[in-house]
């Protein structure tokens, strides 16, 4: 029980810290050097979200194969034969170890090995189907979900993917709609390419820390124009929480029952053995990478260590607290961040200064105390500080000044528990019981990616939505005056976001540099140094939360719907990144680019004997003309009466205008689009049917 509470204590350090994993930068692509040398069981990304279309279910994506280029034929990127590839679930304290995993097994197929072509007359060469395997006892036993899952091939061009030489699909997004999958328990599965939806400036960052660039170029997406390999689960809620509760029954928005640990792996046998034009393998199944909180091996682990961190799993990582916690106590990045150390010399980090002089009082540079100080003191009594509530891992000795934030946000996640609860409601005490605003606490492991399933989604129509997550959720809870009147428990936009689960929208890199700055320590009333009384939002806070590393949204637009990630980028299309806005330079109309830059759309038309993924006698959306220009024509189609919704959302999935909302007969119907209002940019037309999408325009204007 003691252990536990420890645990817990330190856990609740995280409350705030939780929001940003400390080490920041990119996430973990080629992270540690085994690893980067095999980059089919390399996890790259992490996402684990409540889904605002389908708000009683969470989302969880696992991303591997780094930096694929779209043109990388005549052997495309693929998922592994000789890989389990697993998410893995931790809902309950009282149980050691997972509880629910997911496993993966691909399989591929040479349909016509006489050609050197990936695609050729209907046929394709690597054809690639997987398996999906449940444990519910914590990987003891497994039952098979999916016997036959279908990876779509590769979006190599128009010829291939289009054409009657090829396989003659209507467009890419037909075959990728037509590959999800519903298991025999329920959760729909995807399994294949998408465009990569992290977005970081990599040549800036790995510069000595360039980001925002201070050299004279522009920033430039490093995954600009580059996919990954996506698996997409999406899960009742009910079958996720621990006693298999659905979320209307939960007590609150922030209640404990509903907290899970998500974290990816994939593994290899231990021998392989090649011979001539073939591999065999076996042995014990060793795990080679893992991923739970974005940037941790990345980063924040020393490159001499990066590959033992990766072979064990988060269920280790407390017990290993003497051999990593000396990086998070104070973080390599926190040196950027002083002008006393090396601040000075990456001016791009300027904006973000780390409290030396907190309160007056308190120092969390690297080699300061921090709050250590108060250790045993009357002030932190009945607090996560106090050892004998928590024992001694939040304050474990001097010149570990981020114990207190940084160390704990990977290890337990963060508790609705005093101090780590916004300042608001304090009266200017950053140790009292403030307004809670984020409760993912879950003590059983170390890093993962730990959710609330009972917060709500933020729509991504409100205009508070924000891709900061935490970080946003707690500047409205201190200054917004919907807000900020008192201690009380509130839905705040974007409690939903990173790092409460990570939406595919969020901005991680900036989120966490924010927080090795200390922006958490200061949403908690540990305020920057240039504090003297009266209003905290300070000159040094208000450049750490204006503060963004030069890319700042993704180059293409998510879906609305699942699998949410963008569709792949094709062989054919010419990344030009001189280009200035996000999301290229045109869209994928029928599977291909258009060789000149257009404003066009992805054209879903339900041609005859053709599984898209929709009922094509239901309903079709068309948009002409081709360019779309102003006064288009939007065409639709209903067998029956419907309630019919026609949306205009933007690339980060915000809705720009709606188009019709009423019930109508069934029939076939116009209406003009005047779409000359439209910005640059990527949207999606979306067509809801009695509350369900039901079909999809991508559209791009140029």
């Known amino acids: 029980m003691l252990k536990r509470k420890v645990i817990a204590g330190f856990l609740a350090t995280i409350m705030f810290v939780n929001m940003f994993p400390l080490g920041s930068f990119a996430s973990s692509h080629r992270e540690a050097p085994l690893i980067a040398n095999d980059p089919l069981a390399d996890n790259t990304d992490l996402y684990a979200f409540r889904s605002e279309d389908q708000p009683n279910k969470i989302t969880i994506i696992a991303n591997y194969v780094p930096g694929q280029l779209p043109q990388g034929g005549p052997n495309y990127y693929s998922f592994g034969e000789n890989i389990r590839y697993e998410i893995h679930v931790d809902n309950n304290i009282a149980t050691p170890g997972d509880d629910i995993v997911y496993r993966f097994t691909f399989k591929q197929t040479n349909e016509d090995p006489t050609t050197f072509f990936n695609i050729r007359l209907g046929k394709q060469n690597l054809k690639t189907t997987y398996e999906v395997e449940k444990s519910k006892d914590g990987g003891k036993s497994f039952s098979k979900i999916v016997a036959k899952g279908t990876v779509p091939p590769p979006n190599i061009g128009p010829r291939s993917i289009s054409s009657g030489v090829g396989l003659g699909a209507s467009s890419y997004y037909a075959l990728m709609q037509g590959a999800v999958a519903t298991a025999a328990t329920g959760e729909k599965v995807f399994c294949g390419t998408a465009d990569d939806p992290f977005f970081v400036d990599l040549g800036g960052v790995f510069d000595l820390g360039d980001a925002p660039r201070t050299t004279g170029s522009k920033s430039i997406d490093g995954l600009r124009c580059k996919n990954v390999s996506t698996i997409a689960l ?35 046998r231990q021998l392989r053995t090649l011979s001539a034009g073939k591999e065999d393998n076996g042995g014990n199944w060793v ?22 961190w990766n072979s064990m799993t988060p269920y280790e990582d407390l017990a290993a607290i003497d051999k990593f916690g000396k990086y998070f106590y104070n973080p390599e990045l926190g040196l950027y961040m002083d002008d006393a150390l090396f601040g000075t010399a990456v001016p791009a980090l300027k904006p973000l200064r780390i409290q030396k002089n907190a309160l007056g009082a308190f120092g969390f540079g690297n080699g300061q105390n921090g709050l250590f100080a108060l250790k045993g003191s009357a002030a932190v009594a009945g607090t996560a500080l ?63 990616l730990r959710l609330n399933m009972a917060v709500f989604p933020t729509s991504r129509k409100d205009p508070k939505f924000s891709n900061l997550g935490i970080v946003s959720a707690a500047v409205l809870g201190l200054t917004d005056p919907q807000f900020n009147g008192g201690p009380w428990l509130q839905f705040i936009p974007n409690m939903d976001g990173f790092p409460n689960g990570r939406r595919l929208e969020d901005d991680v890199t900036r989120i966490e540099l924010q927080a090795v700055s200390g922006v958490a320590l200061a949403a908690i009333g540990l305020w920057y140094d240039d504090f003297k009384g009266g209003n905290p939002v300070t000159p040094q806070l208000l450049n750490v939360l204006n503060y963004n590393a030069g890319v700042v949204k993704n180059d293409a637009p998510l879906q609305p719907f699942f699998p949410y990630v963008p569709l792949p980028w094709p062989g054919t299309h010419n990344c030009d990144c001189n280009e200035t806005t996000v999301a290229g330079t045109a869209s994928v109309v029928n599977g291909s680019m258009p060789s000149t830059p257009l404003y066009t759309a992805d054209m879903i038309t339900g041609k005859a004997g053709r599984n898209n993924g929709i009922d094509a006698k239901e309903i079709f959306v068309t948009a002409t003309p081709n360019p779309v220009a102003a006064n288009s024509v939007i065409k639709y189609k209903l067998d029956a009466a419907a309630n019919i919704r026609l949306v205009v959302y933007n690339a980060e999935g915000k809705m720009i ?36 999408v039901k079909q999809s325009v991508n559209v791009v204007k140029n």
């Open 386 to 448: 106090d050892d004998a509530i928590f024992g001694k891992l939040l304050l474990p000795a001097p010149s570990s000044p981020r114990s207190v934030d940084l160390w704990p946000i990977f290890h337990t996640g963060v508790p609705n528990l005093k101090p780590y609860q916004l300042a608001t409601g304090k009266g200017g005490n950053p140790l009292a019981a403030g307004k809670p605003f984020i409760n993912n606490f879950l003590p059983n492991g170390g890093d993962m």
């Open 234 to 268: 999406q899960v009742d809620i009910a079958e996720l929480q621990k006693d298999g509760k659905t979320v209307q029954q939960a007590k609150n928005i922030l209640d404990g029952d509903y907290i899970i640990g998500v974290w990816a792996s994939a593994s290899r």
């Open 657 to 692: 205008s709606v188009l019709a909302d009423k019930k109508q007969d069934a029939g076939v119907y116009t209406l003009n689009w005047d779409a000359s209002k439209l910005t640059r940019g990527a949207y999606f037309v979306t067509l809801m049917k009695d509350g369900q």
């Open 287 to 308: 795990q080679v990478s893992r991923l739970g909180m974005p940037l941790t091996n990345e980063v924040v682990v020393p490159i001499g260590m990066k590959d033992l």
